[in-house]
């Protein structure tokens, strides 16, 4: 018996209580998790399993759950699978997340031999699906996700440089304000960059083609491992904790820049793969731009130095294209 897993979680993924086995696996800051091992139709499945209290977890996993599986649905050897989210009546204010289990200690024999490279162009080019309600892909996503413990807006915008000023950079300004006070210097810099560099860098009569893809969003080589995905198949280059958007695929380059981690044979298979955008001349400051979000990320968190990163960035970019 697992009388210690809770019937939520084992009606959530069908499983008998008889059949299942708990350990714990891993730690976060907020979570605690788990492996499941259970036999469904015979065969044997492990789960990995999070679990945490308050309403701010529970956005956080529906976002976590929806960006999983919007990556695994592009190229399904790149992440886990998520399987189930939700509440825990018998454990009031709790929630859950359960995907495949990774595991990133194995040496199963048989994977794909992809590099993360080639898996990552394969998601940067799969197009975008309709969104609900519209008649053609959009910039956005249809849940709210978190980097970090930030909840993003993913409002559904028409062109990606309104989506990346408004509910990107303007948004996360407002994060930092709120946990650590008004800020005129950050704020004028914000809104100099979101009015005049934005449109300037990355907007419709500046960069042709853009088109939404799906995202990772918070791919710091933390986030990048090789593993076995669920039991199944060999190991496999792999990500997982996405905080996943619609977006411009030079996005997810910009946290990749900014903790280093992917080398430049990395870089070089990838723009093979995915050429840079015209004008190519400003790639380096497109990237700039979008690592910039994440600096003002981790102020709005963490606060300290991440300021001064974040303000050094506007600078050179207001200085180049913000007249």
């Known amino acids: 018996m697992a009388p210690s897993v809770d019937p939520a979680i084992l009606e959530a993924l069908g499983l008998d209580a008889s059949q299942t086995k708990m350990s714990t696996h891993g730690s976060s800051g907020f979570a605690s998790s788990f492996k499941l091992s259970s036999t469904v139709d015979g065969r044997e499945m492990n789960y990995f399993v999070k679990t945490a209290s308050g309403k701010d977890s529970e956005v956080m996993f529906r ?5 999983l599986n919007a990556i ?14 939700g509440s825990m ?3 009031s204010g709790k929630y859950f997340l359960a995907t495949d289990f990774l595991d990133l200690g194995s040496s199963a024999p048989g994977g794909s031999g ?6 990552l162009a394969k998601l940067h080019t799969t197009p975008a699906p309709i969104p609900k309600g519209y008649d053609k892909p959009m910039f956005g996503f249809p849940v709210t996700t978190c980097c970090g413990d930030t909840p993003q807006d993913n409002s559904w915008r028409e062109t990606w440089a309104d989506f990346y000023a408004d509910n990107r950079l303007r948004s996360i300004c407002r994060a930092a304000v709120k946990n650590h006070g008004p800020d005129g210097e950050l704020s004028d810099a914000v809104e100099k960059t979101a009015s005049r560099v934005v449109p300037r860098l990355i907007g419709d009569d500046r960069v042709k083609g853009i088109k939404p893809v799906i995202i990772h969003g918070d791919l710091w080589s933390g986030n990048h491992g090789r593993g076995q995905i669920g039991g199944r198949g060999g190991v496999e280059e792999v990500v997982f904790d996405p905080s996943s958007v619609y977006g411009h695929s030079e996005y997810e380059l910009g946290i990749m820049k900014m903790f280093g981690g992917f080398g430049g044979s990395f870089f070089r298979e990838y723009e093979k793969l995915v050429p840079k955008a015209e004008p190519k001349e400003e790639w380096d400051d497109r990237v700039m731009l979008y690592e910039l979000y994440h600096h003002l990320n981790h102020f709005a968190i ?22």
């Open 72 to 85: 695994h649905d592009a190229v399904p050897n790149l992440c886990p699978r998520s399987y189930a989210h």
């Open 114 to 119: 992809e590099s993360l490279a080639s898996k």
């Open 89 to 91: 009546p018998s454990s």
């Open 63 to 67: 976002g976590e759950h929806a960006s």
């Open 302 to 323: 963490f606060g300290g130095g991440y300021r001064s990163g974040a303000m050094s960035i506007m600078r050179k970019l207001i200085s180049k294209y913000g007249d």
